[in-house]
């Protein structure tokens, strides 16, 4: 399982919580994994917008709101892509059998509304809410804010 969405996510709350700008080795030592996997991430959400640094400055800044960032945005600029397509069908049916020959069109219909549900609820949920749930839990705990 690929761990470049989760892993985008931790930098980014990171990121929008940490008042001084974080480098891809404060990231990493957060994340638990090497600076060089962290700036691969760090790059495509900035290709993407997300995210920006300035030249003799280190360190990251969000481009974007906490609460304008949607998690389908993260999930489509870390993998890539603009479509969500999380299954694919195994080819070469034997059309001579009944399951083989409707396998195709009954499990692509099935495969596009699960997709569909994940990217309503990618949709619908923002790094400020991820940011939120964090607050909520060291509030509970008495534990305070997760700035650095």
Do not use: W
């Amino acid at each position: 399982m690929d761990t470049r969405f989760s892993s985008a996510i931790h930098a980014l709350i990171l990121i929008a919580a940490s008042e001084k700008p974080m480098t891809s080795e404060d990231i990493a030592g957060s994340v638990g994994t090497n600076a060089s996997y962290i700036r691969k991430i760090i790059g495509s959400l900035k290709k993407k917008g997300i995210i920006e640094s300035h030249r003799g400055i280190s360190g990251y800044a969000l481009k974007l709101k906490a609460e304008d960032l949607t998690l389908l945005q993260i999930y489509q600029a870390v993998n890539e892509i603009e479509a969500i397509c999380l299954f694919d069908l195994h080819q070469n049916s034997n059309d001579k059998c009944i399951v083989g020959r409707h396998i195709k069109s009954v499990l692509t219909e099935m495969f596009m509304e699960m997709d569909e549900a994940i990217i309503l609820a990618l949709s619908g949920k923002t790094l400020a809410d991820c940011i939120g749930s964090i607050q909520r839990r060291l509030d509970a705990a008495g534990n305070g804010c997760p700035r650095e």
